[in-house]
């Protein structure tokens, strides 16, 4: 997953006048709250945030000021981060985000599925399918989420 333009967009940064970017839309991160519990996911970071200093605490910290209800995992936000890790970060001719994601599923076979939230485009061909190209100015939309459910249908939803 990446942020800038996916849990936050132009649309936050005017909302909430926040330059750093680090005020998530609240609405994205129930929509991405959601998505991890109905499809048991966890959440890997591709986002240049995790090449910051203590970039698990800064994220997990961001989503739960952004509301993602951790309280019912037991108070011991350590524990309930649903955050698993990150993607290598690559230099040179090989930096594609498509390729260092590739890495990361390589080496963890364990997990079977994905999806790719992310508002810039440079992924494999292989890894269309599981694409979710967001719009850098709304960030997580509507439209992504019809496209995730497509992927990873809901039991019992509504619309
Ligand atoms: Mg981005």
């Known amino acids: 997953m990446?942020?800038?333009?996916?849990?936050?967009?132009?649309?936050t940064?005017?909302?909430f006048q926040h330059v750093l970017m680090r005020k998530f839309d609240p609405v994205a991160v129930m929509m991405l709250y959601r998505i991890v519990?109905?499809?048991d996911a966890a959440i890997v970071i591709s986002s240049t945030w995790r090449l910051s200093k203590g970039w698990k605490t800064l994220?997990?910290?961001c989503l739960r000021e952004a509301g993602w209800p951790w309280e019912e995992y037991g108070f011991v936000p350590q524990d309930s981060c649903p955050i698993i890790g990150k993607t290598v970060n690559y230099l040179g001719a090989g930096k594609i985000r498509g390729n260092e994601i590739d890495v990361w599923l390589n080496e963890h076979p364990e997990y079977n599925d994905y999806i790719i939230?992310?508002?810039d485009s440079d992924m494999l061909e292989s890894q269309m399918?599981?694409?979710?190209?967001?719009d850098s100015k709304v960030?997580?939309?509507?439209?992504?989420?019809q496209r995730i459910r497509e992927i990873?249908?809901?039991?019992?939803e509504l619309a």
């Open 13 to 15: 940064a005017i909302g």
């Open 59 to 61: 994220v997990w910290g």
């Open 2 to 11: 990446d942020i800038d333009g996916v849990l936050n967009s132009h649309r």
């Open 139 to 145: 960030g997580l939309s509507y439209e992504n989420w």
């Open 117 to 119: 939230l992310d508002d």
């Open 129 to 134: 399918n599981r694409f979710i190209h967001c």
């Open 37 to 39: 519990k109905n499809a």
């Open 152 to 156: 990873w249908p809901e039991e019992g």
